[in-house]
């Protein structure tokens, strides 16, 4: 057989990692200055761009900071994409797939595209040379984003014995992509021109390695690796056939003629199925998912801010007359999607990166409460509110369905049986569906009672299914000696629980509609680790927990507030649910989806890996199988019959305990390092910094829930109860004014059987003269839709998320509702034409958004040092005694990374001690000051 050696050259850009974005960014004006002089040099030169066009945002503004043209390189690139050499797109970034919104994934892609339309062509295939784990629904949004084919390489996993380069990748929906598998990385054939000299025996070997595994006669060769800032000058040794032998054909090659020519062979390839995150041949670091989690809950809340909140509110301010600021809406989705790449979000960075996102999303949030505040006064001014009183309250309810709940005002209750789906509705007294009663620490409504016990955890019944939940809500706490990418146990550990705490429990409320219990207590921890990382200090200090436990009348749903001071380090934190239910899987939440998962995992046998496999295996892997697994919004676990779901809002992680079938909720980890040497994985994830901000000292707050049901997840209004909990309501105030709405108004509805399709957005049109909903069947089974506007619809059909539209896809619209068939898994995208209703605004009326938080007061309580001088001496030692290899190719890269991690850790403590001086200081001085004044008197 002859082999066509296809040479793909690119550059992976991480815009932060181990050096935040302004030190990188840098970097990007003499790459692209490389690149264009190789494009003039070599006229049949290809180059990636990695998939990203934020490296061409960010290259212009460096571009623009040194005072040179950017026009002239913008038609530089323009010119070298319609030529068909330079590849950009589909993507703005390169995320983590597994810790974002469904709305952000799709947005990511959308900006991607419109971006790369601006200079030509988008390249159309998916390019996930590094995330961390590929989630179930990838094939398919990708497909409606108009992408042919897929590069992956993390997450894969196929028998030892039947490793193959290419494979179908299935989506739940049935979605099939071909895709190409980078078994032996995105690097295998980095540099080969600068090693002319070996150039030839690289390519043969490499050759040698992949031949076992080919499914056609075209070998995938990668030629780039991490910020490769000098294009590889290979094609003179292309053009001159140098590198040819009888048996194998060099040519260079880019990712969509790579993957037709696998096609053209069609070659039977296997089907791999859902979710990829395997560790075995290449790690996926299930660790990132609780990694530095006040990033994940920030970014939840940002998510939620943008998606749930300003874009619906000013998509029906448009509507009804008013401005959109789309400029500002894009400006804001850019900004966050930038906290959103893999290394980022997941929270593997030096802590300089993770100080520059929590910038971004004080920044971001800045646009969104102006966003937010004024679609909402437009709305109110638009209200009539002349019959009711002095001072109105309403909330908007971003759920396109009605919802019974509680709504809580300067410590009232109102239960509001009907709250106006999509809409607002005007806060009155109701009668109370399903009261509370409170005896002692027993609290029970007309579905579910509640015990809380002495130590904290609490007992629940319920009626529907007659099960008691015992022992839920314990807090676990464990050593870990990991380091930002896995957590990993010291070889001494030992457990501590909440329950061997003094707790203090005192009632908040006792309402008919609301109770609220308080849960106090101080967790006594070790420290941190010893210095040898085997097992934790002998040295304790107290964890201060505040929880909050609340019941609704006529609710099932337990939810929980924990609030956390975290005053120590190298642990992780768990939440506890036994569930005493018999089942061999779990059910949880993944964007687009809700993933089955098998709770007992056999281990691997590596012994049944072959030697040609393990040639081709490079970098970190995970020892053993993965028994943490993403839990987006739910989990769940049932016997058909009955069932427990856990919801939470931002907390991604969980396992399951084979005691009782336990949910186990991480709520944080607490490391120090990027990367360390430990027990739980095998070779080399990344540099060996100190990360002291990674140990997460700072007071953090959790909310999750429990929820019993009735029948498998998708009978028992598991998915509606995850939705409802993750989709806040918002209050707001108005005065007595005229008007044209009403004081209770829809303006959409989305019903479904069974409730198993969820809305992930509502917005409007890219083009403006529509509004786009978003939805998704969250069942194995076929269903359906209807959808129901208050505004005129003059046409509705279904779109790609490019919001173009598809053919035959023309829904039949009456009296303003439609319905469409939901494939099961599937994801739909809805263009609905609609009319403009404009309706004045009242200018004089007042408007406020009501918000009603009061933080814990943990002041009394310490944290241990964040940096000592005894860290800074331990890094400038490992530096020094580290220095000799400096010069050497192979100790290099660690001699620098020693290096970088003392200059960060001496940063990291003068800031420290900058922040205790500036307080003193400010103190010493107005001091000073006041004895102006008073020295005479004294």
């Known amino acids: 057989m002859t082999w066509n050696a296809q040479i793909i050259s690119h550059t992976h850009w991480d815009r932060e990692w181990y050096l935040n974005s302004p030190y990188t960014n840098e970097w990007l004006v003499p790459f692209f200055d490389q690149l264009f002089k190789m494009f003039e040099k070599e006229e049949a030169y290809q180059f990636v761009l990695d998939g990203q066009m934020a490296m061409i945002d960010d290259y212009f503004e460096e571009l623009a900071k040194g005072n040179r043209p950017v026009y002239k390189y913008r038609n530089k690139i323009r010119k070298y994409v319609k030529e068909g050499r330079l590849f950009i797109g589909p993507y703005y970034l390169q995320p983590d797939w597994q810790l974002l919104s469904e709305e952000a994934l799709v947005r990511n892609l959308l900006i991607g595209h419109k971006k790369a339309s601006e200079y030509g062509k988008c390249m159309h ?44 990748w299935e989506a739940p929906d049935g979605t099939r992509m071909p895709s190409v598998y980078l078994l032996n990385s995105y690097r295998n054939v980095m540099r080969l021109a600068e090693y002319a000299e070996i150039m030839k025996r690289r390519i043969y070997d490499e050759v040698d390695k992949l031949q076992d595994f080919m499914t056609t006669s075209n070998m995938l060769m990668m ?67 609780s990694s530095r989690m006040y990033l994940k809950l920030q970014n939840d809340a940002s998510q939620k801010a943008i998606e749930h909140h300003a874009e619906p509110l000013s998509m029906l301010d448009y509507f009804l007359g008013g401005d959109y600021e789309a400029s500002v809406l894009d400006k804001a989705w850019e900004l966050l999607l930038k906290n959103h790449p893999h290394d980022s979000i997941c929270g593997v960075s030096i802590d300089d990166v993770h100080q520059d996102m929590e910038n971004r999303t004080r920044d971001f949030h800045f646009l969104m409460d102006h966003q937010i505040r004024k679609a909402v006064m437009h709305l109110a001014k638009r209200i009539n509110t002349k019959q009711l009183e002095d001072e ?84 676990e706490d464990k050593g870990d000696a990991g380091d930002e990418y896995n957590y990993s146990y010291p070889d001494t550990d030992k457990s501590y629980y909440s329950t061997d705490s003094d707790v203090t429990i005192t009632d908040l409320m006792v309402t008919p509609e609301k109770v609220q219990v308080e849960i106090r207590f101080d967790m006594d921890l070790p420290t941190g680790i010893t210095k040898d990382r085997k097992k934790r200090n002998h040295e304790r200090m107290n964890m201060p927990v505040r929880q909050v436990v609340t019941m609704e009348a006529n609710s099932e749903v337990i939810k929980v507030k924990t609030a956390i001071k975290n005053t120590v380090k190298d642990h992780r934190v768990r939440v506890l649910f036994p569930t005493d239910i018999t089942a061999d899987y779990t059910y949880a939440g993944s964007p687009f989806d ?76 607490s490391v120090g390092w990027i990367a360390k040497d430990i027990n739980t994985r095998i070779g080399d994830a990344g540099p060996e910094i100190f990360t002291p901000e990674a140990q997460c000292l700072r007071e953090m707050s959790f909310e999750y829930a429990v929820y019993p049901h009735e029948k498998h997840y998708d009978k028992g209004n598991v998915l509606r109860e995850a ?26 509805k989305v019903d479904a059987p069974k409730n198993v399709v969820r809305v992930t957005s509502i917005k409007r ?61 599937a994801i739909e995208t809805i263009y609905i034409q609609v009319t403009v209703d404009t309706i004045d605004m009242n200018e004089e009326a007042y408007v406020d958004i009501y918000e009603n938080e009061e933080p814990y007061d943990f002041s009394n309580y310490a944290y241990v040092p964040l940096v000592t001088e005894e860290d800074i001496a331990s890094e400038v030692k490992r530096a020094d005694k580290l220095k000799d290899g400096l010069h050497n190719p192979m100790l290099r890269r660690t001699a620098l990374e020693a290096k970088l991690s003392a200059i960060l850790t001496r940063d990291r403590y003068h800031e420290t001690q900058i922040h205790k001086l500036g307080y003193q200081l400010n103190e010493a001085r107005v001091s000073r000051r006041v004895h102006d004044y008073i020295k005479d008197i004294h």
Request: aromatic share 10%; charged share 25%.
């Open 125 to 168: 295939v998916g390019w996930l040379l590094d995330n961390f784990g590929q989630i179930s629904q990838t094939a398919q949004i990708h497909k409606e984003c108009d992408i042919q084919g897929l590069y992956v390489w993390r997450g894969v996993e196929m028998d030892p014995r039947q490793v193959r380069s290419e494979f179908i």
């Open 223 to 289: 030629n780039g690796y991490d910020q490769e800032m000098v294009p590889d000058d290979i094609q003179p040794y292309i053009k001159t056939k140098e590198l040819d032998t009888e048996h194998i054909k060099v040519t260079q090659s880019n990712p969509e003629r790579y993957l037709a020519s696998v096609l053209e062979e069609e070659p039977d390839l296997m089907t791999l199925q859902g979710a990829l995150y395997s560790g075995r041949f290449i790690a996926v670091f299930p660790g990132v998912m």
């Open 392 to 475: 109105n309250y309403f909330v908007y309810n971003p759920s396109p369905y009605p919802r019974s709940e509680v709504i809580s005002i300067n410590g009232e209750n109102y239960y509001m049986d009907h709250i106006e789906s999509f809409g607002y509705t005007h806060v009155k007294k109701e009668q109370v569906v399903g009261k509370i009663n409170k005896e002692g620490n027993h609290i029970e409504n007309n579905k579910i009672k509640v015990i809380i016990n002495p130590n904290g955890a609490f007992d629940l019944y319920h009626k529907a299914t007659n099960k008691w939940y015992v022992g839920l809500g314990i807090l």
């Open 594 to 669: 809700v993933v089955k998962r098998p709770i007992h995992m056999d281990d691997y046998d590596e012994a049944m890996i072959p030697d040609n496999v393990k040639r081709v295996i490079v970098g970190a892997r995970e020892a053993k199988p993965n028994t943490t697994f993403l839990g987006r919004e739910l989990i769940d676990i049932n016997d058909g019959e009955k069932g427990l779901a856990i919801l939470s809002k931002g907390l991604p992680e969980y396992t399951v305990y084979q005691d009782k079938n336990t949910i186990a909720l991480t709520l944080f980890r």
């Open 723 to 748: 939705d409802r909990f993750n989709h806040d309501l918002l209050t707001f105030v108005t005065d007595k004014h005229d008007g044209s709405l009403s004081p209770s108004q829809s303006f959409m």
């Open 765 to 825: 049109s890219e083009d403006g003269n529509g509004i786009i909903v978003r939805l998704y069947n969250g069942s194995d089974q076929a269903t359906h839709a209807t959808i129901a506007s208050a505004f005129h619809i003059h046409n509705a059909y279904r779109t790609n998320f490019l919001e173009q539209q598809k053919q035959a896809s023309t829904l039949s619209v009456h009296n303003n509702t439609f319905e469409l068939k939901v494939g099961k898994k």
